[in-house]
């Protein structure tokens, strides 16, 4: 194996990277004072004297083999590899050959030739180094020292370099993590394969990296969060996953997480970290006690380095099998590892498994502060400065209130150098998703310290997206107000930023998401461009994989409400303008997928919005264009049909086109149940019901005309007859004669069927059904034999739905969840059995003393409700799952084959699927009808024949009808409709007409309905008396179809 030194670039205590957003100028200053005074101390295997930095007599002697020394021209920034250790003074790079194995003599110091190339940060790898240039560009040096530019990275601005034994990461910064070189391990993170030139790590892309850092073969990154992202070789458990097994791509360090990780150092075989707080973990080769836990063996999790406890860490540094850490507070150092050529600084020639301090103490003053160690393979540095050092941010360039304030500020046009500084700064930050990710964070940033004094932005999680919602607000107003500004963020966004989104390619990490929340909060503001901007970010949601949509998920259920209704009106508007635009006329396969995806969108919000229970109500979901695109298509077939009739004469294949094309747009929303209100389904339901009747599909054909004949007196038995002879086609209209009367079903005859069937039902002798005291209706448990029973019964209510007509059963609405495989809850259970219910809430809210004395177990009525319930008790810990398992027992388990077998029947007798977009409240409303008997409704919804409102007769009607008791309005709904439920809609859904009968002797004479088309005959009573008994007797005796 050749060994080399591990170091991390630009992390100078990496206590915060990114924080803030700068100028892209800053990148072009000096990385240091050369008039600066600083001191370098060193130890560890024999090296030149001096390292030709300073005649050898400068060199000052410590203890145990430390030497320190003050170069005329300060150091920069240093290196040490395995072949090399290099040294950068005023922005030029010199190298020193080391004495190894391949090389048995130290080399002279030699200035590498850069041209113009000012350098600001170098690292050293097995035979070769890296070097960054302050313009951001990156050189390799091959081990013959000669240096050549990265042509792949030339056109991009990196920010921090690392190396590992033959590899090579580079980060740019807009966020993207570019890497090199040997890949035997998987330590490109670019899966199983080849050596490989520069080339983005796609995985990564759109996750805001704060820094960088290779090891041997392995790889870590750090993101801004504190999200620890490790791969390579894990022969040690040096990725910290828990086992040793080789990763080929990214993967979380998950025992990480919300640690506040502030940097990272990767040796040999062995990684270490450091938290905000100073802690540190190590973990991965311990053979030489190079983790510092006391011990020589291998940590495969990371474990805190308890020795270090409370002394907060401020520096950590891992060499190939040693590692050092630095306390700013005591300027101490500490040492562990591998100490047989005195790398350990402390005098012992041995391996320590404890960190102990390096003995400075003659070296040192209280003037200087330790501003950068190296740990290479058999040699440690240790660079001091006098005064803190200043030097460029090395994070990837982020957003924040302070930066939109300097792009805001000036011209409506770009035409100064800083203007162009700035149109280069949007072009960066918006079309980089990792530069978006990491701003606006929840952090205050303290620009004399370059310290975060908040931390909240490290507990990013599942629940915490880590974003400062009122920042992100106030910072976005202020863009939106300067049309300059906010003309290049729409067209950088447009052009570059939602073109690049991968979002498959990306592992499911929280920060990757934060765009997709930062975005549509942008595009709501905007005047211009706002619908292809929504319709671009839609189809990237929609294209997440499953865990990060659930992720997104998430974050939205925690937005703040007026984020979350922004969200919902943002995507609600753009899907009512675009089924405006339809209604209007305009039609194209792509209206049809952008309006999917929208809706798509708005069904991702309307399940967080149930679940979250908040303001947001399903009234808010409600297209009410949809009712608009239903009458353009009600025109359509009017046309067609006019056409037809030889009373128009248009292009028939046009309208035919036209048609088709407005119930595809309808097959669409059906699939999308908030989108419409239960009138509007109810309209797509017999629109899309009438395509499947007109299908020439020849499994649909009718074998008797769908006609069902029947007596009154054995009308469920003459049904189940009809049914189980397989002749009725279920895709067409029921039609009905009551045997031995004149009756023509136009409606009126049907419905009356299914009311006097659902009491039929209801008193049948095998007691299929039990009616509770509260007039609810369930399946009986005990009914256990007779299958084809509850089959029939599902057939019958799904035919019911099917024809449009009521069952006059009052099933709970449990039923309609199940049917629509919903869970019943605790509530519904309270509508059907309020008794047990009321016992099961006081049992949640009773004292732990009174659970115990109930002495309740886990079984109803005999039942177990769990493997040896009987002998399981009911206390406070177990009550909650008592009734969960209470409730799924009576409205599941208890009635498992029975709702098996009506549902299978109830899906036969509706074969129109899409009864499952309505909801369970307007499933039930459909097939029971409105709980609201609005009987003035029906007064203002009636129309007079032959005779007005202002008529004695007419008065004297409503009169008696507003005296009759509940019961005998219903009668009268009977008499005239033939049911006694109240259609969807309320009564003003009703026909109801009353005419004037003009024939002789009217006291002699009966009122007279016509139940298909809701028309009451009145004959003309000489007085109001009359009226009301014949009224009465004609709602109470007449029954049959006479007249019709």
Known sequence: MIPKHFHLVGNRGSFVLAEISVFMTVCLQSAGDPSAVNMLCCWGAPVREGFGLLKPDKVKHGNYGIRSMCPETAVEDMSAGRSFVGFIRDGKVSVLRLRNEDYDHDGELEQLQLMDDRIRSIVCGGADAVLLADAGRVLVMDKSTVCQPLKVLENRQVIQITCGDQHSMALTNDGQLFVWGENSHGQLGLGKGEPSTPQPLKSLCGIPLAQISAGGDHSFVLS????????????????????????????????????????????????????????????????????????????????????????????????????????????????????????????????????????????????????????????????????????????????????????????????????????????????????????????????????????????????????DFDLVKTSFAKLLENKRSISEVVKVVQQKLLPSLSPNSNPTCVESLRLYLLLPELIRGLQKQRTELTEAISSKIIQLNPAAAKMLEMYWSKLPDDWLKGLVKLFHKESAELIGQISCGETGHDLNRRLQNFLQILQMLYEVCCSTHNDITN????????????????????????????????????????????????????????????LSKQRMFCYLQMRLQFSPDQDMLMLNDNVLSVKRESLLTDTLKYLRQNTHSFYYPLKVVFIGENGIDWRGLSAEFFTLLSQSLLKWEKKVLEVQENSLVWFNPDHTQGNKDFYYLGVICGMALYNHHYMDINFPLALYKKLLKLSPTLNDLEELSPVEAGNLKNLLEEDEDVVDILFLNFTVKGQELIPKGGQIQVNKVNRQKYVDLYVDFVFNKSVKNQFKHFSRGFSKGCPLKIWSMFHPEELQELLQGSPKYEWQELQTSASYESCSASDELIKNFWTVFFEFSEENKKKFLMFLYGRNRVPVGGFSMCSLKICQSDGPDPDDRLPEAQTCFGRLILPKYSDINTLRNKLVHAINFCKVFGRE
């Open 619 to 678: 009234s808010d979901f409600i297209i009410h264009e949809v009712n608009d695109l239903l009458d353009t298509l009600q025109v359509t077939l009017d046309d067609l049909a006019m056409i037809l009739l030889g009373l128009r004469f248009t292009d028939f294949n046009d309208l035919v086109t036209l048609k088709d094309y407005y119930l595809g747009i309808i097959e669409i929303l059906v699939k999308f149940p908030f989108a419409a209100d239960i």
């Open 224 to 467: 801004l969060s504190g999200v620890v992202f490790g791969w390579g070789k894990n022969s040690a458990g040096q990725l910290g996953l828990g086992d040793t097994t080789d990763r080929h791509v990214p993967t979380v360090v998950n025992s990480l997480n919300r640690k506040k990780t502030v940097s990272i150092s990767c040796g040999g075989e062995h990684t270490a970290t450091l938290s905000k707080g100073g802690t540190v973990f190590t973990f991965g080769s311990g053979g030489f006690g190079q983790l510092g836990h006391n011990s020589f063996k291998d940590e495969h999790h990371p474990r805190v380095v308890a020795e270090l406890w409370g002394s907060k860490v401020s520096l950590v540094t891992c060499g190939r099998r040693h590692t050092l850490v630095s306390v700013s507070s005591s300027k101490l150092i500490y040492s562990f590892g591998c100490g047989m050529q005195g790398q350990l600084g402390n005098g012992e020639m041995i391996k320590q498994s404890v960190p102990l301090p390096v003995d400075l103490s003659n070296e040192c003053d209280h003037e200087y502060m330790i501003e950068k160690l190296i740990a290479g393979e058999n040699h440690s540095f240790a660079l001091f400065f006098k005064e803190h050092e200043s030097k460029p941010k090395s994070g990837v360039l982020t957003l924040n209130d302070k930066t939109i304030d300097r792009w805001v500020f000036g011209s409506d046009s770009w035409v100064t150098i800083k203007d162009f500084v700035i149109c280069r700064e949007i072009n960066t930050v918006f079309s980089s998703a990792a530069s978006l990710n990491g701003s606006f964070l929840k952090t205050r940033f303290d620009v004399t310290s370059c310290l975060c004094s908040c931390d909240e932005h490290y507990q990013t999680s599942v629940e915490n997206c880590g974003l």
